[in-house]
């Protein structure tokens, strides 16, 4: 009796580890590039992906448009092995235009305004209308803004609008490929713009608040998964996880305004 017991124990064990190995086998490993707006949701929502799907999420960071080394245009172009990009939407567009995403996968997930940040504790500027704000710019020693979706914006269009964009060149930067907030944060800029969402995980700002709704400017973040992509199954998986209600909560929880709608 007791030998039969220890040949169940050993089937059954033997039966365990082959399940185990058949799982590591069809588990697959996704490599993912998202820029900083979308990160703090998905950084909340990864854990959850991959202990219900058993795929393992490899992440890197980097902007959604420029020439830095990590801007995901520029992994891209280089080959780097990515299955899914969470970027600025209409630049992850451009990438289908490219072929370089598979635009029947594109989803619309999230969408975040620009906000205004000083460094914690310092006095707040008043941003609360078109004029204020005209007022506090041109009163600032240091201004920075991103080198992404919102940076593009203020600089080429905000500044020049509000018609101050030659009286604070000289002191206005755009920052490359390095959250705004930490600028602002050690003292290299009075005042910084960038998505509500990218700011509020800084450490050592105040927000002060998002950009007057007359010259507030929305940024889409979608995700694709990449042509030739590696594991196009689990991509896509992963794709639908991040648009579905469940992963809503998480969204809105870093700044973000979930969009309505699914994925295809």
Avoid: C, H
């Amino acid at each position: 009796m007791r030998s039969q017991l220890s040949l169940v124990r050993a089937a059954s064990i033997a039966l365990a580890s082959a399940l185990f190995l058949v799982s590591a086998a069809f588990a697959g490993e996704v490599r993912v590039v998202s820029s900083g707006g979308f990160a703090a949701a998905y950084r909340a929502l990864a854990p959850e992906f991959e202990r219900q799907s058993g795929d393992k999420l490899v992440t890197n960071w980097g902007p959604s448009m420029g020439n830095t080394a990590d801007a995901v245009p520029s992994r891209l172009a280089r080959g780097e092995a990515i299955d899914v990009v969470i970027m600025v939407g209409y630049a992850l567009g451009d990438l289908v235009k490219q072929g370089k995403v598979d635009g029947d996968s594109r989803v619309d997930l999230a969408r975040s305004g620009i906000g205004v940040a000083v460094r914690a504790g310092a006095p707040k500027p008043d941003i609360g209308s078109v004029d204020a704000l005209r007022r506090t710019l041109l009163a600032a020693k240091s201004i920075a803004y991103s080198d992404s979706a919102s940076g593009v914006y203020i600089q080429n269009e905000m500044l020049k609008n509000l018609g101050v964009a030659d009286a604070v060149a000289a002191k206005a930067r755009m920052i490359p490929a390095e959250p705004v907030g930490a600028v602002v944060a050690r003292g290299d800029a009075e005042i910084g713009f960038q998505q509500i969402s990218e700011l509020k995980p800084i450490a050592g700002i105040d927000i002060v608040g998002p950009l007057p709704p007359e010259v507030q400017k929305f940024t889409v973040f979608s995700a694709g998964v990449v042509s030739g992509s590696r594991e196009p199954e689990a991509a896509r998986a992963l794709v639908r996880f991040l648009a579905s209600p469940d992963a809503a909560p998480a969204i809105a929880a870093s700044g973000l305004e979930p969009m309505a709608g699914g994925a295809k």
